[in-house]
């Protein structure tokens, strides 16, 4: 059986809210520094499919151009690019505080469009079993490492946290190394929430080489 609290040193594993210096309320937008501005809109407008819904200079920095990507849920994606900046086309490395990847969710009746246009833009991919979700794993023109994500189960936005951190019990209560769908079934049942497991195929469950 394993406990992953039992030492009090360990960090509380809950959807409650903390006692701190102040709550936030949701997540704005992710900043990343980028390469230029053909590219970037090339993989994430012509690819990913997101709009670019604003286009300006950097407030503190005028010759950088900021734009800003909708990822299609209210939250915006923008990166800081510079015209002349060459995108890197080797695989990055990430340093304490960098970004190790970005996930974006899709529809699972989507999949084989998805595969599809990965192939069609010469994207390469890897597409594994996550245990509560399903996941391909490609990289942008700069080598950042992007997660395509769907749930096995239909989560409700407004109860992700609470489903996930009793999914969290129900794996630590079996004994198991991660979490997975009949853990996160058994909480959406606990919750009284509706248990619809999505049409995915099978896939391998291995590591996709991240470091």
């Known amino acids: 059986m394993i406990d992953e609290q039992a030492h009090s040193t360990d960090p509380l594993v809950t959807a409650d809210l903390p006692t701190s210096a102040f709550?936030?309320?949701?997540?704005?937008?992710?900043?990343?520094?980028?390469?230029?501005?053909?590219?970037?809109?090339?993989?994430?407008?012509?690819?990913?499919?997101?709009?670019?819904?604003?286009?300006?200079?950097?407030?503190?920095?005028?010759?950088?151009?900021?734009?800003?990507?909708?990822?299609?849920?209210?939250?915006?994606?923008?990166?800081?690019?510079?015209?002349?900046?060459?995108?890197?086309?080797?695989?990055?490395?990430t340093p304490i505080g960098g970004v190790h990847h970005i996930a974006f969710r899709f529809d699972p009746e989507r999949l084989e469009e998805i595969r599809a246009g990965l192939e069609a833009h010469s994207h390469n991919y890897n597409e594994f079993d996550r245990g509560i979700f399903h996941s391909l794993y490609t990289t942008d023109h700069n080598g950042l490492v992007i997660e395509l994500a769907t749930d096995k189960y239909e989560i409700p936005d407004d109860r992700r946290g609470e489903v996930l951190a009793l999914a969290q019990q129900k794996r630590l209560q079996a004994g198991a190394a991660f979490a997975k769908g009949d853990h996160l079934e058994a909480a959406l049942e606990e919750l009284g929430l509706p248990v619809e497991r999505k049409s995915l195929p099978d896939a391998q469950t291995g590591t996709g080489g991240l470091d």
Do not use: C, W
């Open 23 to 93: 709550h936030v309320t949701g997540m704005d937008h992710v900043s990343i520094i980028g390469s230029n501005v053909e590219d970037t809109i090339a993989f994430y407008r012509d690819v990913l499919g997101m709009p670019l819904v604003l286009k300006q200079p950097n407030l503190d920095a005028p010759n950088i151009t900021h734009l800003f990507f909708d990822p299609g849920d209210g939250r915006m994606l923008t990166f800081f690019v510079k015209e002349g900046r060459e995108s890197n086309t080797g695989r990055l490395r």
